[in-house]
């Protein structure tokens, strides 16, 4: 009984985890990339089928082989949903870490090779920051067009092209689309970044 009440209690902290991934992949759903959404779901739903049928599984074991059928099952669950986990969006990933490591060309030449498969918002924002950093703004305005056009409620897209109206020095459009942030799609994190750029607005 203890274990199915463990169980009742990460199902429900898998359900919130499976929330929050909704919340970041909503971009998705409105480009109706829905095998891509459902994709990033699907480390959250086997981890709770595991623990689902865990209380079987220990319903099934003998007594003395509690600890060892535990173990097992367990490290079996996490090692799959892991390997699932990074089996989702593989290419998204690799493009995210060469950008992180300031390798612009390389993270440039990645998303453009993801939108040449799957031209979503997502990727064309991404695409904008990359050109951005790497120097280019008017090709960074260009992809940030673009993203904005596929998706007007994408809040990293506003952000990234106030990014390169700003190195274009359009400095009223790029304030506009700062406060803009605030009035889309954004996380708490981009709308902290955005309010600090626009503090950098009132210095000026």
Known sequence: MNLFYSS??????????????????RDLWR???YREFFLRLVP??????????????????RVEDYAVVLLVYLGGAATLTALMARAVAREERRATAAFRKEEYEKAISMYESLIE??????????????????GN?????????QAIK???????????????LFALDELTRAKSDLETVFLVDSN??????????????GKD
């Open 150 to 164: 596929l998706d007007s409620k994408l809040g990293i897209a506003y952000f990234n092209r106030a990014s390169a």
């Open 188 to 201: 708490r994190q981009l709308r902290s970044a955005a309010t600090e750029a626009l503090k950098a607005f």
């Open 44 to 61: 959250a739903i086997a981890t709770a089928v595991f623990v689902a049928g865990l209380p079987f599984i220990m319903d099934q074991a």
């Open 117 to 134: 498969y799957r031209p979503l918002p997502r990727y064309y924002s991404a695409l904008g920051a990359c050109h951005d950093a790497a």
């Open 137 to 145: 703004p008017h090709d960074a305005l260009e992809a940030a067009d």
């Open 31 to 33: 480009a109706e990339a």
């Open 8 to 25: 009742i209690a990460a199902l429900a902290i898998l359900a919130g985890f499976a929330f929050f991934i909704v919340l970041q992949n």
